[in-house]
């Protein structure tokens, strides 16, 4: 991308936080934010950082919450009905000295005017400090990685839109969520791109529906998003939407990187992920401060473990480097200032690398206990073969019967991964291979749908 997105964010967030002003604001003030602008925040900025921005607490909108009416608020939501109601009966109270809204996305008329509405009938309009669209509808985890909602996910996913049962305004509902993160997406980055998508899926929809919004944007005189980019810069941005049934394996197929691994086996949320460690759940989280985390979250678990494992004697090393220049300042201390001084100004630095490896360790241990459990490092090797079109040492039918290898769900996606892979699959062997998925515990709906969707797809071609 043409600039760190990331940083992008963090910028209009703590912009944000100083009451929309270019000048840094580090008073009092309060946050309020509903569970999307919670999710948005977590990624990016630490309690602490919230600190130096001023904020003194922050709380859900949905929460009770006591007035506090010499200090300003910060409101940071979704423009729905219930938030607006919320904020205009905060208004009512006059629970805040100031009222600084900033809704994530664009919020309608309607809402605005039901607001007005409300603050006139308490005579509270002088309380309105400032209303801001911020376009901040996504969900950044890394400097080059973002998701469209980490809090109401399964309602914008691959699943929703091709359920059976999904209706129109579900579909329409997400698809609508997808063009909103996808356009705050550039107006963060400041950028107009150029869009192209295969035709006649929902990634063509997406694309139509982005490519109005922008359209408008830049024909409406009140608003200034992308005026100052150009339609004919050879510079702009190539954005690509494809439909994930075009490549439905990868998110099925056990992988072996460190990153892969523990979002798998451990449902990595916002950058979080929860073990158990000696009986006792941990909850860790990987950042981009995370030196280790950074270098080595792509690499093959093997390679990771080596590397922890070298971490851990780096610390060690200056563990006992420490304990020798204590038994030095038992003697001659002059001679030994220089090094005390060196070591007692890195300490805080090893003890936070310490801290660091000690998570590691502990995730890495985790998952080498369920690798061996679940033998999956058998179920990647078995899935690249496939993939890649390579021979076979054992039969997909005798790893599906075995019962030393892995859970139901493993099983299951091996033979999804086996099914998609193969052109030519006869409905009885596939018919034998479903009886012998439901006798081990699977549910075999979803093949049925996939068989479905194969030979449509077989039939349009």
Known sequence: MPADVRSRQIEALKCMLSL????????????????????????????????????????????????????????????????????????KDQKYEKFYINFITAVSRQLLEDLAQVTIESDTVTKIGRIFDQYLSFC?????????????????????????????????????????????????????????CPKGNAAAIVAEKLEKKMRDARRDPKSELFKDQAITNFQRPLLVILDRSLDICSTLHHTW???????????LYLNRC????????????LTAEDAFWQKNKGKPFPEVADAVHTELEGCRAAEQEIKRLKEVMGGDVASANDHIASTVSSLPELMEKKK?????????????????????????????????????????????????????????????????????????????????????????????????LMKVASMAN
């Open 20 to 91: 929309n002003s270019s000048k840094t604001d580090n008073s009092w003030k309060i946050l309020v934010f509903d569970e999307y602008g919670r999710d948005i925040i977590a990624p990016l900025l630490t309690v602490k950082e919230l600190r130096e921005c001023g904020v003194t607490l922050n709380l859900l909108i949905t929460d009770k919450r006591e007035p506090i009416p010499d200090v300003p608020v910060v409101y940071f939501v979704m423009p729905t009905s219930q938030n607006v109601q919320l904020i205009g009966d905060d208004c």
């Open 140 to 196: 950044m985890l890394e400097s080059n990685l973002f998701t469209v909602s980490a809090y109401d996910a399964k309602a914008c996913s691959y699943h929703a839109l091709n359920r059976p049962d999904a209706k129109d305004a579900d579909i329409e509902r997400c698809i609508n969520t997808v063009t909103d993160c996808l356009f705050s997406l550039f107006v963060t980055l400041r950028e107009l791109p150029i869009i192209r």
């Open 257 to 267: 990187t460190y990153q892969a691994l523990i979002h798998d086996l451990y449902k």
């Open 274 to 285: 929860q073990i158990s460690v000696e009986g006792r759940t941990k909850n860790y989280d």
């Open 356 to 452: 660091r490896v000690d998570m590691h360790i502990n995730i890495a241990t985790s998952l080498s206990e369920s690798i061996k459990a679940r033998s999956l490092d058998k179920f990647f090797e078995v899935e690249e073969k496939i993939m890649t079109k390579a021979t076979l040492e054992d039969s997909v039918l005798d790893l599906l019967k075995s019962p030393d290898l892995g859970t139901p769900d493993d099983k299951l996606r091996l033979f999804i991964i086996y099914y998609l892979n193969s052109s030519d699959l006869p409905d009885s062997e596939l018919k034998m291979y479903m009886d012998t998925l439901e006798e081990i515990g699977c549910n075999v709906g979803c093949i049925k749908h996939l068989s479905k």
